[in-house]
């Protein structure tokens, strides 16, 4: 009877760590191909000229602000 109890234990176990392994491998491989999907649907843009000046303002504002705050 224990031996039975262990062996569909152990047998229950490894269905389970099989079933989750699986479903994290489908996870990372569905991940990264949507990733690629997305990176090819929607290309990074290079900063143009006019955003490096706005850019520029925002970090000018922030360092102002965080050096009044304190």
């Given amino acids: ?3 039975q109890l ?3 234990a152990t047998n229950l176990l490894l ?3 099989t ?3 699986v479903f ?15 990176l090819k649907l ?3 843009k290079s900063i143009e000229k006019k ?5 520029q303002a925002v970090k ?8 009044n705050r304190g």
């Avoid at 994290?24 to 997305?38: A, E, H, P, Y």
């Avoid at 955003?51 to 850019?55: F, G, I, Q």
């Avoid at 000018?60 to 050096?67: D, S, T």
């Fill in 1 to 3: 009877m224990a031996q």
């Fill in 6 to 8: 262990l062996a569909e």
């Fill in 15 to 17: 269905y389970g760590l």
């Fill in 19 to 21: 079933t989750v392994f």
């Fill in 24 to 38: 994290l491998c489908l996870l990372i491989l569905l991940t990264s191909l949507m990733s690629q999907f997305v």
């Fill in 42 to 44: 929607a290309p990074i």
């Fill in 51 to 55: 955003d490096a000046h706005l850019e």
């Fill in 60 to 67: 000018e504002a922030a360092i102002k602000f965080h050096n």
